[in-house]
């Protein structure tokens, strides 16, 4: 089984900053995408970010500018540093990552931007 545990999530201003994290645990053999989606009230879950094992990234036209996507292979653990945050911006962010062509979530982790 593959665990992922996510962290960083919270209440902040408009305008502010925060970094979430995941870290993969568990049957991992070698992880290739990983990324993070989220889902606001009433919306479809989109994507946020992505980073392939080499380092490419992409991102949401929404978040471009503002949210910086990275993984430290070596601690399975994938970062979305969200600056400039926007009351859009509003959602659960779930993590995700592809091992072996099957895609794993977390639970998601709660981000409010309010002033």
């Known amino acids: 089984q593959v665990q992922l545990v996510e962290s960083g999530g919270g209440l902040v201003q408009p305008g502010g900053s925060l970094r979430l994290s995941c870290a993969a645990s568990?049957?991992?053999?070698?992880?290739?995408?990983m990324g993070w989606y989220r889902q606001a009230p009433g919306k479809e879950r989109e994507l946020v970010a992505g980073?392939?094992?080499?380092?490419?990234?992409n991102y949401a036209d929404s978040v471009k500018g503002r949210f910086t996507i990275s993984r430290d292979n070596a601690k399975n653990t994938v970062y979305l540093q969200m600056n400039s945050l926007k009351p859009e911006d509003t959602a659960v962010y779930y993590c995700?990552?592809?091992?072996?062509?099957?895609?794993?979530w977390g639970k998601g982790t709660l981000v409010t931007v309010s002033s």
């Open positions: 980073i392939t094992r080499g380092g490419s990234t």
């Open positions: 995700n990552v592809n091992i072996a062509a099957i895609n794993h």
């Open positions: 568990g049957s991992i053999f070698r992880l290739n995408t």
